[in-house]
């Protein structure tokens, strides 16, 4: 799982399914939730994959996750998130 600016810097699926002779334009990057800077390094790198999201929030924090946001999908998926340092939004009440 990427959660991070860095996904292109990284080996990613695109890379991956690059290097096996399949152009761009036949790829589509598919994911939930994304920040304009994911969405500008993943187009600056590879220009003609297609991405399909679900949401594009606001931005990211300064370690790089989107805000507002879910949180960590593999800490809440596991139930290995400990911390109790949850941020409110308006509209958005943590319960």
Do not use: W
Not at 28 to 48: D, R, T, Y
Not at 52 to 59: R, Y
């Amino acid at each position: 799982m990427y959660t991070r600016v860095d996904f292109c810097k990284r080996l990613c699926g695109v890379s991956v399914i690059r290097s096996k002779g399949v152009p761009e334009s036949h790829i589509i990057f598919l994911n939930v939730i994304a920040a304009p800077q994911g969405i500008h390094g993943l187009c600056k790198k590879h220009p003609m994959v297609t991405i399909v999201t679900s949401e594009i929030d606001a931005s990211l924090t300064e370690d790089s996750r989107v805000i507002p946001g879910l949180g960590e999908f593999a800490d809440h998926y596991f139930g290995t998130d400990n911390s109790k340092k949850y941020q409110e939004y308006p509209g958005m009440p943590i319960t």
